[in-house]
């Protein structure tokens, strides 16, 4: 059974410009969550999204967003780069019917803004 | 709001020498409290979920155990492929979202 899996696993982008990860959780899985990795902050979560739906925000601005399509694969989108947005950004997914689902991560995306 | 404190935040032991890792929290409604390995540069891998105080769970070396305010992860006789960072994580039932902990560092030394 294939895991959650994350392209690009690692780019470089330039300050102001704009990048797409993009994320397919595992089969059969319709909840899908993004979390931002720093040294610093460690794990915070971005949003959640279920059926199409964005169900929970965190407290990131709004040049973070996210979609989630009808076959559960999830993008999100980081516009305006900053410094500050270099870090590892996971995509993790469960059954999401229900609290209490095993979360699982994919190995990430690491994002370096020059 | 929640909170997840995970101590110590770095741990080295000999090879063998067992150990145990704590992770404190706070959160309104726990609907499951996350247990994982990250190694270096990859994404967190899944041990253990845990629902209820007084639940235990166990795989391989490691056992996961978890009271009200508490869940300890117990290391019987590590090895040094053990070497990772052991992440706590909170799912309250108000939030659709994982509350992390900073994790604890763990090496084991040949």
């Known amino acids: 059974k294939a895991g959650v899996t994350q392209t690009p696993r690692y780019l470089i982008k330039t300050r102001g410009q704009q990048v797409t990860l993009s994320c397919s959780p595992i089969?059969?899985?319709?909840?899908v969550s993004w979390y931002q990795q720093t040294p610093g902050q460690g794990l915070q979560f971005l949003f959640e999204?279920?059926?199409?739906?964005?169900?929970n925000k965190g407290n990131f601005p709004g040049r973070f967003s996210g979609r989630q399509f009808s076959n559960s694969r999830s993008e999100m989108n980081v516009s305006t780069l900053e410094l500050g947005d270099s870090a590892l950004y996971l995509c993790?997914?469960?059954?999401?019917?229900?609290?209490?689902?095993?979360?699982?991560f994919g190995e990430g995306s690491w994002l370096t803004v020059v | 709001e929640d909170q997840v404190t995970q101590s110590p935040e770095a741990l080295r032991l000999q090879e063998g020498e067992s150990s145990s890792l704590n992770c404190s929290y706070t959160?309104?409604?726990?609907?499951?409290l996350f247990w994982y390995r990250q190694d270096p540069g990859k994404g967190p891998e899944f041990l253990f979920t845990?629902?209820?105080a007084g639940e235990e769970k166990e795989k391989e070396r490691l056992k996961a155990t978890l009271t009200k305010k508490e869940s300890f992860l117990h290391i019987t006789a590590p090895k040094p492929e053990d070497s990772a960072t052991y992440l706590c994580?909170?799912?309250?039932?108000?939030?659709?979202?994982?509350?992390f902990g900073s994790g604890t560092q763990l090496t084991v030394l040949p």
């Open positions: 993790a997914s469960s059954l999401g019917g229900g609290s209490g689902n095993t979360i699982y």
């Open positions: 089969s059969g899985h319709r909840s």
């Open positions: 999204y279920f059926s199409e739906t964005q169900r």
């Open positions: 959160v309104s409604g726990l609907r499951g």
């Open positions: 845990l629902y209820s």
């Open positions: 994580a909170v799912y309250p039932g108000s939030a659709r979202q994982l509350t």
